[in-house]
């Protein structure tokens, strides 16, 4: 072939192949998200699923692989299952947070799931937003049978020399304080929230003597404290109110225990700073299954059992109450949403 027709070809082949490029379709948007609701596990998202009509798949690689996909609707509004404990939490949001077919830098990010709680503070179907999250899991522990006996618990802050003294966040996850905003958007919106409640969960806080823990279920504010081991009893109970308040210089008020939000919020913080999402719009709810500790004349161990075993009669409402009170910030969100999408709207 001469040099000619070489060239010819050449130039054709050129041609075709840009012409093959300029016909390929364009990748299609990213898809703009209202709001997501984080559930740990499927009886956290079951109450949300019908009422919200959340009846598109949307599949992210790196979900669980019994949860592979987001729930969502046309509105906006999707939700995930990310699975219980830090490493479950941390992966699948992060997951979420860097898919590139989503859009969530105006997306609210909504953590529904249920706890245990602290009775003085609240009590079985109460719906707790959190202004702080405080990880109860970075920290040295003697055991108590072993600690210098003037100690109140073998507990103490990473690199520290005894209970107390703060210690360093050289992990940067120890504590989180959400957007003050935010929290009293959502506090004002689901203040007067009906709450679901039982017989069971009536029977058995009347078992506890004092209010807030013997009276009706209530939307309240109050922090919460991550860490996967299941603890209970009156002396962790205590130490939970003294570490919550150590790390937050007196800011913070134990409520709930759970395992996920601190890993949660850290994944979200990751994603910030690469520009993905918007940290500041992130609330939390949690509401309570159960009691952190027993009523008078209960050991510590027949109220743990009663804490997994549905024996407390509180796991019903509060899952029914994720909904019902995270339910009306999001409804809010989607009706306003030209106001939403810029930030929280004036009271």
């Keep these: 072939m001469s040099a000619r027709r070489r060239l010819a070809a050449l130039a054709a082949s050129i041609a075709f192949a840009s012409g093959a490029q300029a016909q390929a379709p364009a990748p299609a948007p990213a898809r703009e998200i209202k709001v997501l609701v984080i559930s740990m596990f499927e009886p956290e998202a079951t109450p949300w699923i019908e009422p919200f009509g959340l009846t598109e798949r949307v599949a992210v690689p790196g979900l669980l692989l019994e949860h592979p996909a987001l729930r969502c609707n046309a509105d906006g509004v999707c939700l995930v299952v990310v699975g219980m404990g830090h490493a479950n939490a941390a992966a699948s949001t992060l997951a979420v947070a860097l898919d590139p077919k989503l859009d969530l830098r105006r997306t609210w990010f909504l953590v529904a799931g249920i706890a245990g709680i602290d009775p003085a503070q609240g009590t079985t179907g109460s719906a707790a937003w959190a202004r702080w999250l405080i990880d109860f899991g970075i920290a040295h522990e003697i055991d108590a049978r072993e600690m210098p006996g003037h100690w109140p618990t073998g507990y103490l802050g990473v690199m520290t020399r005894r209970p107390g003294e703060k210690p360093k966040f050289d992990y940067q996850t ?33 078992r506890y003597r004092k209010a807030p823990a013997n009276r009706p279920p209530q939307v309240i504010q109050c922090d919460t404290l991550a860490g996967d081991t299941w603890w209970h009893g009156h002396r962790l109970g205590t130490h ?58 209960q050991s510590a161990q027949a109220s743990l059992l009663a804490s997994t075993n549905g024996g407390s009669g509180g796991f019903a409402p509060a899952t029914e109450n994720l909904a019902r009170v995270g339910g009306a910030l999001v409804r809010d969100i989607v009706a306003r949403w030209p106001l939403w999408r810029e930030g929280v709207p004036p009271p």
């Design 174 to 206: 120890e504590a989180f304080r959400l957007d003050e905003a935010l929290l009293q958007a959502a506090l004002r919106l689901t203040r007067d929230v009906p709450l679901a409640d039982t017989p069971e969960a009536r029977a058995y806080r009347a």
């Design 240 to 297: 939970a109110r003294a570490w919550t308040k150590l790390l937050s210089d007196g800011e913070a008020t134990y409520c709930t225990t759970q395992q996920e939000d601190n890993a949660t919020a850290n994944a979200l913080a990751r994603a910030a700073a690469a520009g993905r999402v918007d940290l500041k719009r992130l609330a939390v709810l949690r509401t309570a299954s159960n009691f952190d500790r027993p009523h008078p004349g």
